[in-house]
């Protein structure tokens, strides 16, 4: 059975930092393409930062500069490291882990950034 289990979310001030984990169970995780997503209130889920299983990473443009996502196969973990967090950074985070057609997602950790 496939887990995907986000931690590291919580309440924190603009200029803060957090660190996001998911740890990866049920998958062979260094052939998977592991991807960070968040979902606003009232909004569709959005692409947050992606590393493929070679270690080639991509972000949206609102995140560049102030988040990194990372991986530790020997953990089977990914991490999100976010500084310099934003009021409109607020959002349930998302762990995804994508091979092909095999596609799995974590229940989601909530960040809120306060003002």
């Known amino acids: 059975q496939v887990q995907l289990v986000e931690s590291g979310g919580g309440l924190v001030q603009a200029g803060g930092s957090l660190r996001l984990s998911c740890a990866a169970s049920?998958?062979?995780?260094?052939?998977?393409?592991m991807g960070w997503y968040r979902q606003a209130p009232g909004q569709q889920r959005e692409l947050v930062a992606t590393?493929?299983?070679?270690?080639?990473?991509n972000g949206a443009d609102s995140v560049k500069g102030r988040f990194t996502i990372s991986r530790d196969n020997a953990k089977n973990t990914v991490y999100l490291q976010m500084n310099s967090l934003k009021p409109e950074d607020t959002a349930v985070y998302f762990c995804?882990?994508?091979?092909?057609?095999?596609?799995?997602w974590g229940q989601g950790t909530q960040v809120t950034v306060s003002s």
């Open positions: 049920g998958i062979i995780f260094r052939l998977y393409d």
């Open positions: 590393i493929t299983s070679r270690g080639s990473q």
């Open positions: 995804n882990a994508r091979l092909g057609a095999r596609n799995h």
